[in-house]
Structures are given as C-alpha cells and as structure tokens.
C-alpha cells in the first residue's frame, strides 16, 4: 500500500511512538505529528512501564527503548496499614517522569525524520492525508465528533487526584489515612531522584465532609491549593515532612472509554482515545505504545489500508478488552479498599494481589513466600513457617484447614463442603446470583435484605463461568462483613485457585467444588479471561504494572 503522507493528531507516548516507528517502516512517506500544547507544557508526573511491557518495546524499538531506561527509577512495592507493613520483592516496574518520556519519544521521532509541529490543535476534518492516526486522548475531538466510532464513558464512583513531591520514595507506598473526615488512600512511587508521584483518592461523602468538594471536576486550569494543603498534613508520615507538588492537579472521577470502532475511513483510534483502563492496573502509556507496535506492523503487512485497520483492531480489541475487565475489578477493588482495613496487613497484601484474578496464590507464594507465610498463618491461626509453605502444596494445605463454626465443621471436610449433600449445608441460606454487579445498586438491596434475619450463614451459587465466579467472591466478601455471618461459595473445580485466593485473603469461609466426587483436583491456569474458557496467560502481565 502506497502512504505518502499520515498524520498523527495527539504528541503524547501512542501518537509520538507510533510516528516514529511508521516513519522508520516507510522513510518515503511524510509523518506529521500536530500537538496542541506546546514543549514543555505538558502535565502530569511520574508513569510506570512493566517489565514485559519493556520487552515488547524492546522488539519495536530497542534504541528508543534504551534511552528511556536511562531515566528510570526501579522500585519494589509496600503497603502501609496502621503502622503495619508488608513488602513486596519486585523490581520489574520502573518509574520516569512524564516530560523526561516525552522528550525521549519526541526527539527519536524527530531523528527519524518525523515533522512534530507544537501549539497546532488539528481536527481529522481538516487534514488531508492517506492515513490519520488519532491519538488525541481520553476527550477525544475526533471520537466524539464522528458517529460511527460510537462507543461509551463510564465514571467511577470515586475521587482521585494526581499530585508529586520533591523526594523519591525508596519503593512504591499504597496507604490509607483515616482522618476524622473519612479514608483517603495514596498510590505512591519514585520516578527520579529527587521526584514521586503522590496519586490520592477517596469517597465522595469523605470528600464532601472534609469540605473539598467544592472544587471537584471544575475549572482544570489550576491546581486545588485546598485540597493539596490538606493532604499534606494527612499523609505527614508518608510525605517525611515535604510538600506536594500540583500541576493541574483537581479531583476527578476515572473515565473507562470503549469506543465500539477503532477505525473509519482513512482515520483510526489509538490509545485512550479508544480506550482507557483504570491507573490502578498502569496500562495507559503501556496500552497506547503496544498500539502503535500492533498499528504499524498491520500497515506494515497488509496492501490496502482497509484491511491493514481491521487487522490492527482484530489484534489489538481481545488484548484491551481483557485489560479493561480487568482493571474494573481493580477500580471497583480500590474504591472499596477502606472496607478491608481491620483485615491483618500479609492478608490484606493477599487479598490485593488477587483483586482481580491474574496472580494466583502460588505464583506469588512462590516470589514472596515471607509474606505468603504470614498470610497464612493468619488465615488458620497457627503458624506455618517459609521452609514448611515449601514444603506443602498451597491450595491442599490452604483447603485443609478447620473452619471453627459449630455444627457446619460436623459436614465439612477442612474449608470443602461436600457437594449433593443437603445435610452439609442446612444451616445455610442459598443465595441465587441475580445482580448485574456485586457493587451495584441491586447489590447494596440484595444486601439491605440478607442482613435482616442475620442467619448463620450463605451458600453463594450461580453460574460456572469465571467472571461470574468472581463475581460472587466480591459480592461474598461485602456479605461476610455486612451480616458477619459465615459464607460459602459453589464454583467448578477447575476455579480453585480462585476459591483459594478468596480463603486466603478473607473473602469466604468455604468452598463447594461443582465436581464428580471422584475426579482429581487441579489447580487453575494463571490467566484472566473474562467470558473465555481459552485464556491468554500473557493477560496476567497486565496487572504486574500495579506492583
């Protein structure tokens, strides 16, 4: 296929990457990049790149790639609750500050050869070219304006906002600080020396208490100086006494974008102008990058632009869409996060590295058995020691432990409820899964009436595919705390990794396995596929950004 001219409306990571890598796919052709804002008027502060992330740039572009790893800082993880900490030994995110990237991606662009034209705010309409890549972000003026790319925005139900602070955390932070107002929670890391990004979020009703809310979703050309002071005194300890830094820093609600088409005609959608994910998975720079890969090797592959577009969106959807289900679980995971705060801080860091279904408990045992050790000796209340994890097989050793529930420990065998037994669960209440959502509004009065008569307990049940399992354990863990009565979850046998994550970090009791009584037990693969029993266990990657 002949491009003699493209045209890239957005100079951010997708569209500054994806112009030079077509640049050097096809030097004949003209690239233009149009960026409203001009050098050094960009926003925001530190990003993360994961590990495999790396590697896939490492493919692409391996001397862009280098150069960016020169300004990084690699962190490990640790959460703080109370006082109490837990750690988490990994090193494979890094952190670099949004300009520093930018700066990077631009000149390699402009060295290939690419025309980046600043302070030009372009619309498709108005550009005459054989290709226009719209990278022009999450408001996109070129999705919004064309019917036919369709697509939804969906906010979420809490309120964060991005700031920085002139030092550079030895790891990344997650923390809660309870304020006589409500819970604000802090995602922290370092992204150079003497720099780390402080991103905060809360409830609307913490907001609205501690009377910050009157500046909420307004006027985006300043930085909330009210809000900013008031965390500072907040997170006093985190901060080590320094201030916070804003940069159009306001309280927001996360926009999940999903166009229905990423292309039409001669223009497609690339990066959060297509889609977005939840911050607490770290996939937008990744996602708006790999795009660029997928985009120019479709073009690279294909003689006519038709079909070079449906390739890349064919390729590219699957893969976002698995990230998007899963960072959802993750936001709706965050946004609940103070609800968890009495749980002991290894199996809160369980429960968290399980949020969304992508990291099962043996595969973390195995990078942190000190931690996984903790947990479990928390979860059966006896101590089990790293040599003696090692030694055992997890799921058996997580699933052989005695629930101390009266008459129900008579018909269990360890947490497993025997199946095609009426007696095993008499005492509990079955309860139908019939909510769109465990955080929905059907939810919350499925919930107001379950707790009314306070029974023992419950015997979740429902559908056997995954992520109405998940589902379930979600909506379990807000049953178990809302009634404090004991809960059951039915699932297939080939999800106990799920069911074991769910024990481990206090979301049920017990377990029922949908299985013939005499098949053997096995544990789950490591993927996360919503709606596919055919997972692509490369998905798990994902999520590592959160670490």
Not at 234 to 245: D, K, N, Q, V, W
Request: some cysteine; proline content about 5%.
């Amino acid at each position: 296929m002949e491009l003699r001219r493209v045209a890239v409306i957005g100079g951010g990571p997708g569209g500054l990457y994806a112009a030079r890598l077509l640049k050097r796919a096809r030097p004949s052709c003209q690239v233009v990049v149009y960026e409203q804002s001009r050098p050094g008027d960009t926003f925001g502060f530190g990003v993360g790149l994961a590990a495999r992330t790396r590697e896939r740039l490492a493919e692409a572009d391996e001397e862009t790639l280098r150069e960016i790893e020169l300004g990084t800082r690699q962190h490990a993880m640790q959460m703080r609750v109370r006082g109490e900490v837990s750690k988490v030994a990994s090193r494979a995110q890094i952190g670099i500050a949004r300009p520093r990237l930018l700066d990077v991606l631009h000149r390699h662009a402009a060295e290939a050869g690419v025309d980046v034209r600043f302070g030009q705010r372009m619309a498709a309409s108005e550009i005459d070219a054989d290709l226009i890549i719209a990278a022009d972000g999450v408001s996109s003026a070129t999705r919004i304006n064309e019917p036919a790319f369709g697509g939804s925005v969906r906010l979420g139900a809490g309120l964060y906002l991005w700031a920085a602070t002139d030092f550079a955390l030895e790891t990344s932070l997650f923390e809660p600080v309870e304020t006589e107002h409500g819970v604000f929670v802090t995602h922290a890391y370092p992204y150079q020396s003497d720099r780390s990004t402080f991103l905060i979020e809360t409830d609307p009703a913490t907001l609205k208490r501690a009377r910050l809310d009157r500046h909420a979703e307004g006027d985006e050309s300043g930085s909330d100086s009210d809000s900013l002071r008031y965390l500072e005194s907040a997170f006093t300890e985190a901060l080590h006494g320094h201030r916070l830094i804003g940069n159009r820093t306001r309280w927001s609600r996360f926009r999940t974008v999903r166009a229905q088409k990423w292309h039409h005609g001669n223009v497609v959608l690339l990066g959060d102008a297509a889609h977005t994910a939840h911050y607490s998975v770290g996939s937008g720079t990744k996602m708006a990058m790999e795009d660029a890969i997928e985009l120019v090797r479709a073009l690279t592959d294909f003689n006519r632009l038709d079909e070079a577009l449906r390739r890349y969106e064919a390729v590219r959807r699957p893969a976002v869409e698995r990230i998007q289900d899963l960072a959802h679980r993750s936001q709706l995971w965050w946004e609940s996060f103070p609800q968890r705060l009495d749980l002991p801080i290894a199996q809160l860091m369980n429960c968290y590295m399980s949020r969304a279904g992508n990291v099962p408990p043996a595969r973390f045992a195995r990078s942190n058995p000190d931690v996984m050790s903790t947990a479990l000796s928390d979860y059966a209340g006896r101590r089990i020691s790293v040599a003696e994890l090692q030694s055992v097989d997890l799921n058996t050793w997580v699933l052989e432990q005695p629930l101390d529930d009266g008459l129900l420990t008579t018909r269990a065998s360890g947490r497993i409820l025997p199946q095609g037994d009426p007696e095993a669960h008499k005492e509990l209440t079955i309860v139908e899964q019939c909510v769109e959502g465990p955080w929905s509004s059907e939810a919350d009065d499925l919930l107001e009436d379950l707790s009314k008569n306070r029974p023992q307990g419950f015997l979740l049940v429902g559908p056997a595919d995954r992520p109405a399992v998940l589902d379930r354990l979600d909506f379990g863990e807000r049953l178990r705390k809302r009634t404090g009565g004991l809960v059951a979850l039915s699932l297939p046998e080939a999800l106990e990794d799920d069911a074991v994550a769910g024990l481990i970090s206090g979301r049920i009791d017990l377990v029922q396995f949908d299985r013939p009584a005499s098949s053997p037990r096995h544990t789950n693969v490591e993927a996360f596929a919503p709606g596919s029993a055919n997972a692509n266990a490369s998905v798990a990657n994902a999520a590592a950004a959160a670490i």
